[in-house]
């Protein structure tokens, strides 16, 4: 925490203004600029300090550089921290200042929410949208560097005898001399990574480490290697000089398919990134996240689906269809049959698309992070459980398919029977659709961190 020098008031840093602003006497200081009296009163080393406070609901553990005690977590939204102690964390190399206040931030979120007509109003309450807060995240930047040569395999058709196709074969030479800067990844596995590549950093905006940026904001700590996402860092740099030699009129007329190199990584940092961060609870204690870039703006978001304004949508369009069919087609009862059953099928396959999504996002099967690096096998991801509101759906949904295809097998002579069908199909897919939407609400919702270190869940 660090204090005025003129008044001894708490210090905040402005992100509007780019200011160290006392809130007592307003004197402001440029956080780049070296306060003498503040240096004198502070040991200046490789660490800095701050407070840190445990969430009591979610046991997130985080930092603050002012004299907060009580205040929203930022992770799981609950209005309950309790002081721990005070901690030192090594300083990081770099750090991104916050560009964009708090107020530009919530106002993005409610541009972004009111544009999604099926959001939830409890996602809309004012109450919710306070609880923004900014965090420092921990991330890790890699630098590459490309110099040198490379031979590919390369081959051009010649000429065609009897039934052979005869081809000359080449090594390919090129010279390669490119730089790859500012590859950043988040190094908390509570930040998760579809977030975290959602909103990405610019780097050029990074200057070098000093804690009076962090005044008035909180921080995390990193609790994954520095090295996790250098394999992927590699991978984005091969594809993208690959994309690039194909594009060479010599690789592009001898075919190189595969041309194969290896980056070398030249340098590693690390860095403090601004984030604003939004925990959302749901009626069944479920997360909702929103996620805004405190250098950039870009924003992103799970939002779930209010089912009643989706059915509301739905129960419209079907009786704008229906007089549109009813004045300009005639359909006969095995056609409307025909046409239920292939809507029970299309439905299915959604689903089961939806369904696969939701287990990844579940079991974290793509977020590295969580996992400390660890893939799920293709062996294990068989093994994971199925949810509750499977096999409900497909069994409305296959019944469905089953009714149609056996009234249009049966072929019966009375008209009833294939409307009466029609509507069992139609109804059974309206119900498999309400279990969708639960499924794509538990697939926007994330558990809060920590939770396996505490035991339970929500």
């Known amino acids: ?31 780049n600029e070296t306060i003498e009296e503040v240096k004198a009163s502070k040991e200046v080393n490789d660490y800095y300090n701050g407070t840190a406070f445990q969430c009591s609901q979610c046991g997130a553990t985080l930092m603050t550089f002012d004299d907060t005690a009580i205040t929203f977590c930022s992770y799981c939204g609950s209005q309950a921290m309790i002081e ?82 005869y081809y000359d074969q080449y090594n390919i030479t090129a010279d390669i001399d490119s730089s790859y800067e500012g590859m950043s990844y988040d190094l908390s596995s509570k930040f998760y990574d579809k977030f975290s590549d959602a909103i990405p950093h610019d780097y050029n905006g990074a200057v070098p480490f000093n804690h009076n940026y962090l005044i008035g904001y909180y921080a995390d700590s990193k609790d994954v290697s520095e090295d996790l996402y250098i394999d992927d860092a590699v991978n984005v740099i091969k594809e993208d000089i690959k994309q690039k030699l194909r594009q060479n009129p010599t690789f592009a007329k001898y075919g190189c398919p595969e041309p194969s190199f290896m980056p070398q990584l030249q340098e590693k940092k690390t860095g403090l990134f601004p984030i604003y961060f939004l925990g959302i609870r749901d009626k069944n204690n479920n997360m909702n996240y929103a996620v805004v870039n405190g250098q950039t703006g870009a924003i992103a978001a799970d939002l779930p689906i209010s089912f009643k304004k989706y059915l509301l949508t739905v129960l419209v369009f079907a009786i ?138 929500l």
Request: proline share 4%; charged share 25%.
């Open 84 to 165: 721990t102690k005070l901690k030192d964390q090594l300083n990081p190399d770099t750090i991104i200042p916050f560009k964009v206040t708090r107020e530009e931030c919530i106002k993005k979120y409610n541009n972004l929410v009111s544009g999604f007509f099926f959001a939830p109003n409890y996602l809309k309450e004012q109450m919710n949208v306070e609880k923004f807060r900014g965090i420092y995240m921990p991330y890790v930047v890699y630098s590459f560097k490309n110099k040198g040569q490379i031979t590919n395999k390369g081959e051009k058709f010649n000429h065609h005898s009897g039934n052979y196709d």
């Open 1 to 31: 925490m660090i204090k005025c020098p003129h008044c001894g008031g708490e210090m905040e840093f402005d992100a509007e203004h780019q200011m160290v602003t006392c809130e007592y006497c307003g004197r402001t200081f440029n956080p």
């Open 320 to 457: 704008l269809i229906y007089f549109l069919i009813n004045n300009f087609i005639i359909l006969n009862p095995i056609e409307i049959t025909v046409f239920s059953t292939i809507c029970a099928l299309i439905s299915l396959l959604i689903s089961n698309n939806q369904l696969t999504k939701l287990r990844e996002k579940l079991f974290n099967l793509k977020d590295k992070g969580k996992n400390k690096g660890k893939a799920a096998s293709a062996k294990n991801y068989k093994k994971l459980p199925e949810f509750k509101t499977t096999k409900g759906f497909r069994i409305k949904q296959v019944l469905g398919v089953i009714a149609g295809d056996l009234i249009l097998l049966l072929q019966p002579t009375d008209d009833m029977f294939y409307y009466g069908a029609s509507i069992l199909i139609l109804v059974l897919i309206v119900l498999s659709f309400y279990s969708l939407v639960k499924e794509h609400n538990m697939l926007s919702c994330s558990k809060p961190p920590q939770l396996e270190k505490r035991g339970g869940d």
